[in-house]
């Protein structure tokens, strides 16, 4: 069918008069919603010798609720615990490791007056577990925390060899040597940060969960010598411990105060601990997370 010119031109006219009056129209334009802020968790794991197994059973249970750490410190036990964690293992691998731990694998005796175990066999052992990677190196950051001897000063591993680390972290003094890094001494952490909590807020932790598993005084005469330690100890740690806690958005408290610092054989039972007090803190671990990522949202 043939167009007129006339006829032509009306349908051009009509077609721009109908693009004008559609780039006129105002559509709102869609919205991308807002991403959900996640808080960043970090999991700050006390000192406490055999009772550091009991940080096994928290860790099964966080992970069970879909709970995992973005950052991961430990004190003493809680370095061993934790530097283990970070490397890659869960928590069903770590019990698996705990059972199958004998204690003459960290065990070196030796005789001095500085201490009676040399440390060698247990920062052996961290490395063969973590597949001798350095701390920088592990699935997820984490830092031991040890004392430096000469000055009282916290030190706060991040780098370096893991397990010479951990065991400068677990260096309870006058039990294990001392142990020498950069030329300097180092020992227990749990002098100077019994729970590693503000080793976690330096890290970018924004949300805490912190596990304390630390003795308290005993009523009574303290017998033995590694009784009179412990209880001394326990004594020095007290405000420096209450200043740590302070500082953690959840205190996870396993009923672990009956169990020996020396207990071995009470593995089991410090695991089915651990599990128990996580369990009792999930629904306000749960408020608490999600009212700090609510805040982070806005």
Not at 64 to 83: F, H, R
Not at 152 to 168: C, I, K, L, P
Not at 173 to 202: C, H, Q, T, W
């Amino acid at each position: 069918m043939m167009l007129s010119k006339t006829t032509f031109r009306c349908w051009l006219l009509a077609g721009v008069a109908a693009m004008v009056a559609a780039c006129g129209t105002t559509t709102p334009p869609v919205q991308a919603p807002k991403p959900q802020s996640k808080a960043k968790i970090g999991l700050a794991l006390g000192g406490g010798a055999v009772k550091g197994f009991a940080h096994i059973g928290v860790i099964k249970v966080l992970e069970a609720a879909g709970i995992v750490p973005d950052v991961i410190t430990g004190t003493s036990a809680g370095s061993v615990v934790g530097s283990l964690y970070a490397s890659g293992l869960n928590g069903m691998q770590l019990q698996q490791r705990a059972i199958a731990l004998d204690q003459a694998d960290l065990t070196d005796w030796t005789l001095s007056s500085k201490g009676v175990i040399k440390g060698e066999k247990l920062q052996d052992w961290i490395n063969t577990q973590v597949g001798n990677r350095p701390l920088e190196k592990l699935a997820r950051p984490f830092g031991a925390v040890a004392t430096e001897l000469d000055s009282g000063r916290r030190v706060v591993f991040r780098t370096g060899n893991t397990g010479q680390a951990v065991r400068a972290s677990a260096s309870i003094p006058n039990v294990f040597l001392p142990v020498k890094i950069g030329g300097k001494s180092y020992v227990d952490g749990g002098l100077v940060s019994p729970v590693p909590v503000s080793a976690a807020r330096e890290m970018g932790a924004q949300f805490v969960i912190a596990v304390d598993i630390t003795a308290r005084p005993k009523v009574g005469k303290a017998t033995g010598f590694l009784s009179m330690l412990d209880q001394s100890l326990n004594i020095m740690n007290g405000p420096v411990l209450a200043q740590e806690l302070k500082q953690a958005d959840v205190v996870i408290h396993p009923n672990v105060l009956n169990i020996g610092s020396a207990d071995f054989d009470a593995r089991n039972q410090a695991i089915l601990e651990g599990e128990k007090a996580a369990q009792q803190m999930l629904p306000q671990i749960r408020k608490l997370l999600q009212q700090k990522s609510q805040m982070m949202a806005k």
